[in-house]
């Protein structure tokens, strides 16, 4: 019984080890460009927030004043 490969057995592999990488390879960059979006998405809900409550912690000084 012989442990060795035929040069077609080892491009198979080495093929489908490639083609997984490609896979979650792209799988990586989705993610990272969901957490980019959602980054976006956090510092406009942030800005929205700071842009109301200055306004009104302003209106509420001068109302209590």
């Known amino acids: 019984m012989s442990d060795s490969i035929t040069k077609r057995e080892f491009d198979a592999g080495i093929a489908a080890i490639t083609d997984r990488l490609d ?3 792209g799988a990586v ?3 990272t460009k969901f957490r980019v979006q959602s980054k976006a998405v956090y510092g ?3 800005f ?6 200055i306004p009104l912690t302003a209106i509420a000084v001068a109302v209590l004043a």
């Open 48 to 53: 929205a927030w700071v842009s109301i409550l």
């Open 23 to 25: 896979v979650q390879n």
């Open 29 to 31: 960059a989705e993610n």
């Open 44 to 46: 406009v809900i942030a």
